[in-house]
């Protein structure tokens, strides 16, 4: 599967914006999404993950209660909506997939698959 993202910009902090990211392929409900996050000089971390059909959703602690994933098998999407962001969000944010019924992981390793990610800017 190949994965594009975009939706990435510069907004203040306390604003909101929304990443997406479109699969290629005829089996995007057969993976697991994760969204993940590197900063400048930073290792990349995970934001949040969703299973195959949505129902079940993670997130890092550090977002939990802004960020919002969601995904629409039909249309091969999915999609990190973030509301309250921080300066601290600053990042580029990449998609991954890994085919399995269950949520993915919080470790990059565990994602087979990756976009090329879209850069989010939060000002103070």
């Known amino acids: 599967v190949q994965l594009q993202a975009s939706g990435g910009g510069l907004v203040q902090a306390g604003g909101s914006l929304r990443v997406s990211c479109v699969a290629s392929g005829r089996t995007f409900s057969s993976y697991a999404m994760g969204w993940f996050r590197q900063a400048p000089g930073k290792e990349r971390e995970f934001v949040a993950a969703?299973?195959?059909?949505?129902?079940?959703?993670y997130y890092a602690d550090s977002v939990k209660g802004r960020f919002t994933v969601s995904r629409d098998n039909a249309k091969n999407t999915v999609s990190l909506q973030m509301n309250s962001l921080k300066p601290e969000d600053t990042a580029v944010y990449y998609c991954?997939?890994?085919?399995?019924?269950?949520?993915?992981?919080?470790?990059?390793?565990?994602?087979?698959?990756w976009g090329q990610g879209t850069q989010v800017t939060v000002s103070s």
């Open positions: 991954a997939a890994v085919r399995r019924v269950g949520l993915g992981g919080t470790r990059p390793n565990e994602y087979d698959y």
């Open positions: 969703i299973n195959w059909s949505g129902v079940s959703t």
